[in-house]
């Protein structure tokens, strides 16, 4: 994962075809998609419950570029060693999720993967200033953690104003995380956001049979980034 502050698109698998998760990847890469990104969730952390290490190692094999592990679980540390093995380039882990942050962002390093957290809306950007040269990749949650095709919580774009100045030259990736459409995203790439998770707005109308629907929603997205 060589870094850099292009905008990069991160369908999020939440929102396709449970039953064909390997063919849905291999579409979704076709299509343009920059990065992979799974979301895991516990049913106590958030209101939902979805994959487990033994399904991102079996959708592994079928990601080419960089499979973004989002654990929505609490605890997280007992499972990072489970998850890396799957086959995680970033494991993030939530501010709120444990109390120790530093700890598990060590972790994450120690397995080998890049080090992500994320920050529900209600979290300050402030959260993270002490950890800042322990992390890879800060996600903002731009909508409650737990279900998809929720409405954009515009607060979220000062917070990514005020990461990115924390941040300064530093490499690490600000991730948005919720309600991303062509509307939304030249809004939070101009505040600082490099990464884009989007679920519904690439999955809306497509299908392993139709992948070009994935393909001209995502260039929906970055047209709307680029004259934005």
């Not at 905008?7 to 396709?16: F, H």
């Not at 093995?85 to 890049?114: F, I, M, N, W, Y």
């Not at 080090?115 to 979290?123: D, K, R, S």
Request: charged fraction near 20%; glycine fraction near 10%.
């Amino acid at each position: 994962m060589d870094f850099n502050r292009n905008v990069k698109i991160a369908p999020s698998i939440l929102s396709a075809d449970f039953a064909a998760f390997g063919a849905e990847c291999e579409a979704i890469e076709a299509q343009g998609a920059d990065w992979v990104h799974v979301d895991v969730m516990d049913g106590h952390f958030v209101p939902n419950l979805t994959f487990g290490p033994a399904m991102v190692k079996a959708i592994r094999p079928h990601v080419k570029t960089v499979m973004d592990v989002h654990l929505m679980i609490s605890p997280a540390d007992p499972y990072l060693q489970a998850f890396a093995e799957a086959g995680a380039d970033v494991l993030t882990v939530h501010v709120e999720a444990g109390p120790h942050l530093h700890r598990s962002l060590q972790a994450v390093r120690a397995l080998g993967c890049k080090a992500g957290v994320a920050l529900n809306p209600a979290t300050p950007a402030e959260a993270i200033e002490y950890v800042l040269d322990d992390i890879d990749l800060i996600c903002v949650m731009t909508v409650n953690p737990g279900f998809g095709g929720q409405s954009f919580i515009e607060a979220q774009v000062e917070k990514v104003r005020r990461l990115r100045t924390l941040v300064g030259d530093r490499p690490v990736h600000i991730e948005i995380d919720g309600g991303v459409t062509p509307e939304t995203a030249p809004r939070v790439v101009a505040a600082g956001a490099d990464v884009l998770v989007a679920g519904s707005a690439v999955f809306k109308g497509g299908s392993v049979g139709r992948p070009e629907v994935y393909g001209a929603n995502m260039r929906a997205i970055r047209a709307a980034v680029e004259a934005g």
